[in-house]
């Protein structure tokens, strides 16, 4: 199923769509910019990912990467590490202790996301950020899209 188009606010609406890097690609690296953090987010899971994990776990997108936005700055990653055998889930809660550097070497801000230790980081991105929201002219109660990345 393909992505869905943005709103009149440039979000996508309510909802966490599932979908394929090629999916990505096509509704989201339309210039220069978001053809590089496309590059960045296929680099992360080449030389982060597929070593640590035995089936890289779902990744849900988020941040201004997931707008109308012409120049996003970074993206913002959820990893989701629920389901996963606990030598794995840990090595994602080791990942996030390098996260700082992970920014600076693919411009991707990730937070690992595991209920049991109430890190649900998913939810927490459906909300609107207060100042976009007062930017948008939106009511900061709004629910946005998110990408549920599948490998």
Known sequence: MPIPGFNEYGLLDDGTYACTMREVE?????????????????AFIRNELLERFTTIPPL??????????????NINLVIELQGLPSDQQWEGQMLYLRNVE??????????????KLGQDFVSY??????????????????????LRLMS
Do not use: H
């Not at 096509?26 to 296929?42: D, I, K, P, V």
């Open 60 to 73: 849900v997108l988020d941040g201004s990467y997931v707008t109308s936005e012409e120049s996003p700055a």
């Open 125 to 146: 991105f459906r909300s609107c950020d207060p100042r976009k929201a007062l930017e948008k002219e939106l009511d900061c109660k709004i629910k946005k899209g998110l």
């Open 26 to 42: 096509a509704a989201l690296a339309w210039n220069e910019q978001r053809r590089r953090l496309t590059e960045s987010l296929q």
């Open 102 to 115: 992970l920014f600076g070497t693919y411009k991707i801000d990730m937070r690992p996301s595991l209920e």
